[in-house]
């Protein structure tokens, strides 16, 4: 059972334009979000993070959208930079029903984007 | 550079063996979490450990077990090891507080081929 689907595998746009990631989710326990970036050989890099009370969480180029009644969150980026190139993967925590979870992460199965010069 | 540090890099063992993944959490941090990330899928949270004792499981396998020591650093422990348990794992840190309004931090992680 995929608690946080991520549909696109890979997404590709020019450099200069905006870049928007999705991410849906099943869990109504789920109320805090998290991007993470990632590259080949490295470990997942933390990039913007939402809780539930909020709609929208801006960092420089990055914004990160929640649509909590459609259970659906996306990452903006803008401008979108060759260097953005990697794979996205959108995290959620929060009490999972049957106890605590303090933290564990959830995570859909990445986006691969692709940012042409 | 996260701070979160894993060792070894790379692990290349044969089916039946048992291996130990190392991982030391960013200075300040008490909770430490182990995720496997397979071939074409996300990252699988596998368990956490705040200040030496277990806080939560997620999937993981009875032949797996983890800890975290006294100064904080944990180990992964694979026994009985099988073609399917080749992976990525990652360990991740995060800050001292409970609360699920926290960030990971994650380490390189340690690359496990079974052969």
Known sequence: ?117 | DSGVTQTPKHLITATGQRVTLRCSPRSGDLSVYWYQQSLDQGLQFLIQYYNGEERAKGNILERFSAQQFPDLHSELNLSSLELGDSALYFCASSPPWMSSYNEQFFGPGTRLTVL
Request: hydrophobic share 30%.
């Open chain 1, 1 to 117: 059972d995929q608690q946080v689907k991520q549909n696109s595998p890979s997404l590709s746009v020019q450099e200069g334009r905006i870049s928007i990631l999705n991410c849906d989710y099943t869990n109504s326990m789920f109320d805090y979000f998290l991007w993470y970036k990632k590259y080949p050989a490295e470990g997942p890099t933390f990039l913007i993070s939402i809780s539930s009370i909020k709609d929208k969480n801006e960092d420089g180029r990055f914004t990160v959208f929640l649509n909590k009644s459609a259970k659906h969150l996306s990452l903006h980026i803008v401008p979108s930079q060759p260097g953005d190139s990697a794979v996205y993967f959108c995290a959620a925590s929060g009490t999972t029903a049957g106890g605590t979870s303090y933290g564990k992460l959830t995570f859909g199965q990445g986006t691969i984007l692709t940012v042409h010069p």
